[in-house]
């Protein structure tokens, strides 16, 4: 996690929703007047984003409130479960509330639908991966989410890897020249992946020295034969249109990598609440 993108990002967050000053809080209460509050699983699920509590209250600037964590980012949680407390000055807890609960919800829900991915795969010769669809801006929190749910990241942008996709390849002119352009500008270092469709494609881009082959949406049955076609120096990768109900189909299909962007395209928040404990300590 980069520490300063983000602080950088939670600042920017908070600026969006305090602007000059929260009104209601802040016409309300002193800033000296002390309070307790409790973060609530409204829903079971997987929950992920408890580090960023203390962090953006740090980041408003109040580095006094107690933060007691009682779960860790990739615990299973149970409704009504209390999953951390926070005390201190009530202009700060209420003004970072939603700050911090619109993450955590979004964080929760990633984390939880990719432990449902991995889970309803239950192939453990096959990770799960996720892709770059993710929402602008949250793609380092996003990514961090999937790992807490048990899976894993693909590449982080476009800059930490190189992927050859159909567009890619019809402007170069086919497989091989694609390959060998990339090939002889990267590093070693640097993995070339390539994406097929056809038998025809997968034994050119192996002829072509591509390091990862990717079978895009292919059914379990046609990925069975096409894996036979792949040496086991190359990574496999499967990827297109799977979800929480059809990865299971895909166990036992021979990958070493199933690649979807449901886990963070398609996220419902984990529903959590921030309730008071108590009054307020004027």
Same mark, same amino acid.
């Given at each position: 996690?980069?520490?300063?993108?983000?602080?950088?990002?939670?600042?920017?967050?908070?600026?969006?929703?305090?602007?000059?000053?929260?009104?209601?809080?802040?016409?309300?209460? #002193?800033?000296?007047? *002390?309070?307790? /509050? +409790?973060?609530?699983?409204?829903?079971? %699920?997987?929950?992920? &984003?408890?580090? !960023?509590?203390?962090?953006?209250?740090?980041?408003?600037?109040?580095?006094?409130?107690?933060?007691?964590?009682?779960?860790?980012?990739?615990?299973?949680?149970?409704?009504?479960?209390?999953?951390?407390?926070?005390?201190?000055?009530?202009?700060?807890?209420?003004?970072?509330?939603?700050?911090?609960?619109?993450?955590?919800?979004?964080?929760?829900?990633?984390?939880?639908?990719?432990?449902?991915?991995?889970?309803?795969?239950?192939?453990?010769?096959?990770?799960?991966?996720?892709?770059?669809?993710?929402?602008?801006?949250?793609?380092?929190? #996003?990514?961090?989410? *999937?790992?807490? /749910? +048990?899976?894993?990241?693909?590449?982080? %942008?476009?800059?930490? &890897?190189?992927? !050859?996709?159909?567009?890619?390849?019809?402007?170069?002119?086919?497989?091989?020249?694609?390959?060998?352009?990339?090939?002889?500008?990267?590093?070693?270092?640097?993995?070339?992946?390539?994406?097929?469709?056809?038998?025809?494609?997968?034994?050119?881009?192996?002829?072509?020295?591509?390091?990862?082959?990717?079978?895009?949406?292919?059914?379990?049955?046609?990925?069975?034969?096409?894996?036979?076609?792949?040496?086991?120096?190359?990574?496999?990768?499967?990827?297109?249109?799977?979800?929480?109900?059809?990865?299971?189909?895909?166990?036992?299909?021979?990958?070493?990598?199933?690649?979807? /962007?449901?886990?963070?395209?398609?996220?419902?928040?984990?529903?959590?609440?921030?309730?008071?404990?108590?009054?307020?300590?004027?």
């Amino acid at each position: 996690m980069n520490e300063i993108l983000l602080r950088e990002q939670i600042k920017n967050f908070l600026n969006e929703d305090i602007g000059t000053g929260d009104l209601s809080a802040n016409l309300i209460f #002193d800033r000296d007047t *002390v309070g307790k /509050g +409790g973060f609530v699983a409204k829903t079971d %699920g997987v929950v992920c &984003g408890l580090f !960023l509590i203390k962090t953006v209250y740090e980041v408003y600037g109040d580095y006094g409130v107690k933060v007691k964590l009682k779960a860790k980012d990739g615990d299973r949680v149970k409704k009504g479960d209390v999953i951390a407390e926070s005390e201190g000055s009530v202009i700060t807890l209420l003004s970072c509330e939603r700050i911090i609960l619109n993450l955590m919800q979004r964080l929760s829900g990633i984390a939880t639908i990719s432990r449902t991915l991995v889970d309803n795969l239950n192939d453990p010769g096959i990770k799960v991966v996720d892709t770059r669809k993710t929402l602008p801006g949250l793609r380092m929190l #996003d990514k961090y989410a *999937v790992t807490c /749910g +048990g899976a894993f990241n693909h590449r982080m %942008g476009l800059y930490d &890897g190189v992927m !050859l996709k159909d567009n890619h390849i019809a402007f170069a002119g086919g497989i091989t020249k694609a390959v060998k352009k990339a090939k002889d500008a990267l590093g070693h270092t640097v993995k070339v992946e390539v994406e097929t469709e056809t038998a025809e494609q997968v034994k050119e881009a192996v002829t072509a020295g591509a390091d990862i082959i990717m079978f895009d949406n292919r059914t379990p049955e046609e990925i069975k034969e096409l894996v036979k076609l792949v040496p086991s120096n190359i990574i496999t990768e499967v990827s297109g249109g799977i979800t929480p109900d059809t990865i299971s189909s895909f166990k036992g299909c021979g990958v070493n990598i199933i690649s979807t /962007g449901y886990m963070t395209h398609t996220v419902t928040p984990m529903d959590i609440s921030f309730n008071t404990i108590g009054g307020a300590k004027l």
